[in-house]
């Protein structure tokens, strides 16, 4: 069975780092293209970024040269590193599978001081 | 970046009604293009993907339908379950965007 289970959300000040997790069951991350996802309090969905089995990355330009999204193959797990975190950022993130099919529960960032 | 217009913003329907929702892109996107549901507090569950496809375990009752820069998400008869926000989303050039969202609303 397909699981992704998020983790390492939480409270973070304005400009501060958090690194969120993605640990997948039932495939092998490397395997797939991987996402992030995120939504703000009572708003959308925005795509985040994505990850190819290649190893090529591309992010949205909200988040473009503040996050960086990496992958453990040993623990088959996602990583989403984010730093100079806004208040903009405060969202529920998801990890989910290729063509989105598979969705983690999601984690909730809020950066606020 | 592809900006993706969802409509209706919000609708209000019955259990049994034929729902419509349309998607429409700033320029063409082939058929790379998926519909997702999402219910409160929950995550997005994909319902179409390439457009037309259902993905496994989707109700009959969904169908998408649509090419280049115009798509339509179709209910063709509501289910209490169906309650929900919808959202498109392109696939076809990065930044992957996300319409709006529609709420369907129980009338």
């Known amino acids: 069975e397909v699981q992704l289970v998020e983790s390492g959300g939480g409270l973070v000040q304005p400009g501060g780092s958090l690194r969120l997790s993605c640990e997948a069951s039932?495939?092998?991350?490397?395997?797939?293209?991987m996402s992030w996802v995120r939504q703000a309090p009572g708003k959308g969905l925005e795509w985040v970024s994505v990850?190819?089995?290649?190893?090529?990355?591309y992010n949205a330009d909200s988040v473009r040269g503040r996050f960086t999204l990496s992958r453990d193959n040993s623990k088959n797990t996602l990583y989403l590193q984010m730093n100079s975190l806004r208040a903009e950022d405060t969202a529920v993130y998801y990890c989910?599978?290729?063509?989105?099919?598979?969705w983690g529960q999601g984690t909730l960032v809020t950066v606020s001081s | 970046a592809i900006q993706m217009t969802q409509s209706p913003s919000s609708l209000s329907a019955s259990v049994g009604d034929r729902v419509t929702i349309t998607c429409r892109a700033s320029?063409?996107?082939?058929?790379?293009l998926g519909w997702y549901q999402q219910t409160p507090g929950k995550a997005p569950k994909l319902l179409i993907y390439?457009?037309?496809s259902l993905q496994s375990g989707v109700p009959s009752r969904f169908s998408g339908s649509g090419s280049g820069t115009d798509f339509t998400l179709t209910v063709s008869s509501l289910h209490p379950e169906d309650f929900a926000t919808y959202y498109c989303l392109q696939s076809y050039n990065f930044p992957w965007t996300f319409g709006q969202g529609t709420k369907v609303e129980i009338k």
């Open positions: 320029q063409g996107i082939s058929n790379d």
């Open positions: 390439g457009a037309s």
């Open positions: 989910a599978r290729d063509d989105l099919d598979y």
């Open positions: 039932g495939f092998t991350v490397s395997n797939n293209y």
């Open positions: 990850i190819y089995s290649g190893g090529s990355t």
